[in-house]
């Protein structure tokens, strides 16, 4: 049995992120404690709520057919066996780092996964007022109480490319595979977000070179799939999911 990812079903999850949105942001707008998991990375009130949120109304008013997998469900050691079939990823909030900074770049981020690969993604990001989706029925951006409109990846322009970085998490590889280009423009981006500005042909190449976990990356390896563009291991085979340990290789966001 498979979803059948339909414009509704869409909408559904992109509300849904919306929802976990709002929670959040009752918690962004307050003096909010910061807490270590195990691992050392941080985590605040807003994670588990939206998590909650999103796992009960998944089960509740979408499909219960499918394990969730959600990062502090993960955390706290409830790791459902996926069994190679279809599931869902849930990060309630990508780029705690840059929430607990107010910068206003973090995402919910919403994936289900099928054949090992995303089926569909919704990435909301709430500070901003910008949603982005991608499905069988093509790829969106709804930003601050726009009309929804269909995005695609571009080609490069041939005096060089458009590279956007993490903001929190550079590395020395990055540097080094970036020697490989043209450079015409870098920018740099939390969260999710990365995903986006290549999906809507804002840039051309987002190279990530270090640790991610599939939470982190499918709902906006959805929208770039579907917006035109690919992701891809640093050897080129397409980033796929169900991964013991659920743990990403350095991966390559490419547009069109």
Not at 16 to 28: D, F, N, P, S, T
Request: charged residues 25%.
């Amino acid at each position: 049995m498979t979803l059948n990812i339909t414009a509704d079903v869409m909408e559904q999850l992109t509300g849904l992120a919306k929802r976990a949105g709002v929670e959040i942001m009752k918690i962004y707008n307050t003096d909010f404690d910061v807490e270590a998991k195990a691992d050392a990375s941080p985590v605040t009130e807003a994670d588990g709520l939206a998590e909650a949120l999103i796992t009960r109304t998944i089960l509740e008013e979408i499909s219960d057919a499918y394990p969730i997998v959600g990062e502090e469900a993960f955390s706290a050691g409830d790791i459902p066996d996926v069994e190679g079939g279809p599931f869902w990823l849930v990060d309630p909030l990508d780029g705690t780092k840059e929430f607990i900074k107010r910068n206003d770049e973090f995402t919910v981020n919403i994936a289900l996964i099928e054949n090992n690969r995303p089926a569909l993604g919704v990435v909301h990001a709430p500070a901003i007022d910008a949603t982005y989706w991608g499905s069988v029925n093509g790829a969106f951006a709804e930003t601050r109480g726009s009309q929804a409109r269909t995005i695609a990846c571009r080609a490069a322009a041939g005096d060089g490319v458009v590279v956007v970085a993490s903001r929190s998490h550079r590395t020395p590889e990055v540097d080094q595979y970036l020697a490989n280009f043209q450079v015409k423009k870098e920018a740099s981006a939390g969260s999710s977000l990365k995903f986006c500005l290549v999906a809507e042909g804002r840039a051309d190449l987002y190279p990530r070179m270090g640790p991610t976990m599939e939470w982190d990356t499918a709902a906006g390896h959805a929208v770039v799939r579907f917006a035109g563009g690919t992701v891809t291991t640093v050897e080129g085979d397409e980033l796929t999911y169900g991964k013991g340990g659920f743990k990403n290789p350095f991966f390559i966001v490419k547009g069109a």
